[in-house]
């Protein structure tokens, strides 16, 4: 009587086992050492889209992708001496020829003859990432300057295998030999934790050329050492004309692609965004607060001076104006409502001076000027008369704070490769080497928190690079800094 209990027992744990195994959103089956399904439960059939009297009768392995059989047999080899080598990524072709994407877990039953297979749908995770490697170009490289991943978008891009780039120098694309300089710049950058972009010529498998723009930043592991850096890389030979009858090559660069001007908003679109979560979470926090503690106040029936109630909600009343005050700073610059016009660039930097010396405080700065001929050109004469003059302020600011005596300002213009430079520098000792890669940043600033919120040079690089189009750089030279705006024509 106590077996045929003991017998029932077993049966019935059987019995909820296996609906337990039919009833799990995973793929679980038992395949022998050929690969032919012995069991599988009932997530099999959605997955592969197979009826269950059809999987009964195949192999496992016949409907894995030619490209992944290899991998999965030679998996299931070593799994049987080895029991910790056991997960693998791989396609399958489903009933409907579509690819579906399984993460594989294998472990050998005692008896060495079957495996038990558990099987998870990352179908949508791996179609991401190959909508990456498919269309964004990129690599990845070490700190000596190898070759560590690329995607297949960019092995596209420069006609070479992945397998012909991997552990190979990062400078295989480089035009010619003098374009070296360019990627031992990068790795410089790069070991001193800076982003690097620019534009670069380059030569594919085939010996043609084509240009690229480049966005580097620095990669580390969890300790957060630097390990090399990552690449974002966009054709734009389309954008670039070559003039191959010239010397020198020079480059002509057609920013006429409304494309990429799209792609330039939205990212500073998005990185407007982030200033803005980032510049109203103390603010709202603050309110939230104040808020809190009146509501329990009036709960508690401890609200007897009328004063510091109307107080704390003068106090909230001024946040909510700041808050609205930073969208108001951020709209200034990301909505241009000008139109372009004609301008004489010239006429722009003597309209910047004389806004400058309205200032008390230029009263004992020399400006000196140095303007080229340059023919009038199309773009927002207001906006670049903005950028100016927040410069010329920076540069009037820093040489009062640092009691130069005899303060001077250079104001250059030139026209260059297409292009219109306007260079400031000042005599006021430089930027500091810690701070310069970070005085673009919004809302970073080396003043006392009364005189600014640090938004003035991040005014000058949103507008030059969103509507101008252009770069703006700032480098030191012996006794001061010198700001560089191009501008295409």
């Not at 003098?178 to 972009?197: A, C, H, Q």
């Not at 534009?199 to 240009?211: D, L, M, Q, T």
């Not at 302020?393 to 704070?401: L, P």
Request: contains cysteine.
């Amino acid at each position: 009587m106590s077996e045929e209990l003991d017998i029932a027992k077993l049966k019935r744990s059987n019995d909820e086992l296996k609906e337990i195994i039919n009833n799990s959103w995973d793929g679980i089956g038992i395949i022998d050492l050929s690969g032919k399904f012995i069991y599988f439960n009932n997530a099999f059939i959605p997955i592969l889209g197979y009826t269950k009297e059809e999987l009964t009768n195949k192999s496992f392995i016949s409907l894995i992708k030619d490209d992944y059989k290899k991998p999965f047999v030679e998996l299931m080899k070593k799994n049987l001496t080895n029991r910790y080598d056991s997960d693998i990524n791989i396609v399958c072709i489903r009933k409907d020829k579509q690819k579906v994407y399984l993460k594989i877990t294998l472990s050998t039953m005692l008896n060495k003859k079957f495996f038990v297979i558990n099987t998870k749908d990352i179908t949508k995770e791996i179609s991401d990432d190959e909508i990456l490697d498919n269309y964004v170009a990129s690599i990845h490289v070490d700190t000596a300057g190898k070759i560590t991943e690329v995607s297949s978008a960019f092995s596209l891009l420069s006609g070479y295998e992945k397998e012909e780039l991997v552990n190979k120098s990062h400078s295989i694309i480089k035009a010619s030999q003098k374009d070296e300089d360019i990627f031992d710049e990068i790795l410089v950058y790069t070991v001193e934790s800076k982003e690097w972009k620019g534009k670069i010529r380059a030569k594919r498998k085939n010996g043609s050329f084509f240009w690229i723009d480049i966005k580097t930043k620095p990669t580390f592991n969890k300790y957060g050492d630097i390990t090399g850096y990552t690449s974002l890389i966009f054709d734009i030979t389309n954008e670039i004309n070559l003039n191959v009858e010239t010397r020198n090559l020079q480059k002509e660069v057609i920013q006429k692609d409304n494309i990429l001007l799209q792609q330039s908003k939205l990212a500073v679109m998005t990185e407007t965004l982030q200033m803005l979560s980032h510049e109203w979470r103390q603010p709202l926090n603050v309110i939230s607060i104040r808020a809190q503690k009146l509501e329990l106040d009036l709960s508690l029936g401890e609200i007897n001076n009328i004063d510091n109630t109307i107080e704390t909600l003068k106090k909230i009343k001024d946040d909510a104006q700041k808050l609205s005050n930073t969208i108001e700073e951020f709209q200034s610059f990301i909505k241009i409502k000008s139109e372009k016009e004609d301008v004489d660039a010239k006429e722009v930097i003597l309209k910047a001076i004389e806004i400058i010396k309205k200032d008390e405080e230029t009263k004992n700065i020399d400006f000196i000027k140095d303007i080229m001929d340059i023919p009038t050109f199309k773009s927002y004469k207001n906006e670049i008369t903005t950028i100016l003059v927040n410069i010329l302020i920076n540069a009037k600011e820093a040489i009062i704070k640092n009691s130069v005596k005899n303060g001077v300002i250079k104001l250059k213009c030139y026209f260059s490769n297409e292009n219109v430079y306007f260079e400031i520098s000042d005599n006021a000792g430089g930027i500091k080497e810690d701070i310069i890669d970070k005085i673009f940043e919004p809302y970073f600033s080396t003043k006392p928190l009364q005189h600014g919120v640090g938004l003035g040079l991040y005014t000058c690089k949103i507008i030059t690079e969103m509507h101008l189009m252009g770069t703006i750089t700032v480098t030191n030279h012996n006794s001061g800094a010198t700001f560089n705006i191009a501008l295409p024509i």
